[in-house]
T-cell receptor, first 117, second 114 residues
Framework: GAGVSQSPRYKVTKRGQDVALRCDPI?????LYWYRQALGQGPEFLTY????????KSGLPNDRFSAERPEGSISTLTIQRTEQRDSAMYRC???????????????FGNGTRLTVT | GNSVTQMEGPVTLSEEAFLTINCTYT??????LFWYVQYPGEGLQLLLK?????DKGSNKGFEATYRKETTSFHLEKGSVQVSDSAVYFC?????????????FGTGTLLAVQP
């Protein structure tokens, strides 16, 4: 596609429910990143993949959060037993090559706004 | 750890005014520095970048110079337009070291009035 696509655009869920957020990166992009952005804050790193391999999940807040990219393309971020503090914008980004190289910038999607009531 | 500090907004300017958004960083090693822009309802877009000391990144009339001695990467534009209204994020990466991720500042909202 033309850009990074995320779905749904908005998600409202009740506390305790599980949610799955989808990211479809730019075709052919090797690396895929998940970020979380609270209102009025900058994006905060959660995890990233090179192809299907999860390289770094140090930013995942706790074990309710998980991510996968089984075929090295589409990725799903899953939050189990959601809590109100999970409410935020979840952003996905992809890059053409592995690692963060200035000549291969991150391309961000428009994000999924998650609201936990 | 590595971090980025940006001036708080909102910054409100009249069209054609001069813009400066301050950004300072703390990092080990030699990070690359970036400015990203987020227009209303859109994702973040790379605005400009610099990879080493004294490099100047520029794009769309915006400029920022990588100053190692002051650990700064301030964003400037000589004459802003209404269409520049957006949130601007300063960010750094360690250029391929162990962390391999972008660290963002909190963002600065710019509002340009006609």
């Amino acid at each position: 596609g033309a850009g990074v696509s995320q779905s749904p655009r908005y998600k409202v869920t009740k506390r305790g429910q599980d949610v799955a957020l989808r990211c479809d990166p730019i075709s052919g992009h090797v690396s895929l990143y998940w970020y979380r952005q609270a209102l009025g804050q900058g994006p905060e790193f959660l995890t990233y993949f090179n192809y299907e391999a999860q390289q770094d999940k140090s930013g995942l807040p706790n074990d309710r959060f998980s991510a996968e990219r089984p075929e090295g393309s589409i990725s799903t971020l899953t939050i189990q037993r959601t809590e109100q503090r999970d409410s935020a914008m979840y952003r996905c980004a992809s890059s053409l090559v592995m690692g963060l190289r200035p000549d291969s910038p991150l391309h961000f999607g428009n994000g999924t706004r998650l609201t936990v009531t | 750890g590595n971090s980025v500090t940006q001036m708080e907004g909102p910054v409100t300017l009249s069209e054609e005014a001069f813009l400066t958004i301050n950004c300072t960083y703390t990092a080990t090693g030699y990070p690359s520095l970036f400015w990203y822009v987020q227009y209303p309802g859109e994702g973040l877009q790379l605005l400009l970048k610099a990879t080493k000391a004294d490099d100047k990144g520029s794009n769309k009339g915006f400029e920022a110079t990588y100053r190692k001695e002051t650990t700064s990467f301030h964003l400037e534009k000589g004459s802003v337009q209404v269409s520049d209204s957006a949130v601007y994020f300063c960010a750094l990466s360690d250029g391929g070291g162990a962390t391999n991720k972008l660290i963002f500042g909190t963002g600065t909202l710019l509002a340009v009035q006609p």
